[in-house]
């Protein structure tokens, strides 16, 4: 396994707080699936690259994952799952960062982070986790963000998605203003519903208070020729319109 980002030392999401919002925003790509659009996507150099490991879902991942520039964190996304399974695709992918979409609970968060992960040879080498951790909170038009108390020792930054039938991708945004009254100051991802047409409202969001801690833009199905297939000259554009 590379070496990976020790989570007390270094953030993969750097962010200076005087930094002009616009330019120092990133962007994950989430739900790839097909090792040539990967490293095509990869030629556009977003911050981030989603794997999701889901069997329900049409983008889940079960191929393996290209070599890609160091410069691009590899996320895996998780649903429910068990420790061990997260486990193993962190040693199998060399992942940098998990994402949980699911109801875990923080002592689940907890004891991933506190997890170790073990060579097959003979249950030596012992080492602890040393990935970002990101927990999903999916909102439509209000959020009780007081049930974020739980998480704040336990994980590294928040995902804010939109709550629908299926966890992530379900296509449309949430209402935005819901994060004035955000109260934390761990960073997050703004997700759901991203593309083309909302970088009017992007823009707008950068420039408001309440993106203070937004750290990156996790963009998914509006930029998809299918399920998993990505859409280069479309992520091209947002890139370039958003100067990621």
Not at 86 to 98: P, R
Not at 126 to 142: A, H, M, R, Y
Not at 172 to 196: A, C, E, H
Request: aromatic letters at 12%; hydrophobic letters at 35%.
């Amino acid at each position: 396994m590379k070496k990976t980002t020790d989570i007390h030392d270094t953030k993969l999401f750097p962010f200076g707080e005087n930094a002009d919002r616009q330019k120092g925003i990133r962007l994950k790509v989430c739900g790839m699936k097909y090792q040539d659009n990967i490293l095509d996507v990869a030629t556009l150099q977003p911050d981030y690259l989603g794997f999701i490991f889901h069997e329900p879902s049409p983008r889940n991942f079960a191929g393996f994952i290209p070599e890609l520039s160091r410069q691009i964190q590899k996320i895996g996304v998780f649903v429910d799952k068990e420790i061990g399974f997260i486990i193993d695709k962190i040693k199998t992918h060399q992942l940098d960062a998990i994402q949980l979409h699911g109801s875990e609970p923080p002592e689940f968060c907890d004891a991933l982070r506190h997890a170790e992960l073990v060579s097959a040879s003979h249950q030596k080498n012992l080492k602890q986790v040393q990935v970002e951790l990101i927990k999903v909170f999916s909102i439509k038009d209000e959020f009780n963000f007081s049930v974020l108390k739980p998480y704040e020792e336990v994980c590294d930054y928040y995902l804010f998605d939109t709550k629908g039938k299926l966890p992530g991708g379900n296509g449309y945004t949430f209402n935005w203003s819901v994060l004035k009254d955000y109260s934390s100051t761990k960073p997050f991802l703004l997700s759901g519903g991203i593309g083309l047409n909302e970088i009017d409202s992007v823009l707008s969001f950068l420039r408001r208070q309440e993106s203070k801690y937004c750290h990156a833009i996790d963009v998914n199905s509006k930029f998809e020729i299918e399920p998993g297939l990505k859409n280069i000259e479309k992520l091209k554009e947002f890139k370039k319109q958003l100067s990621f």
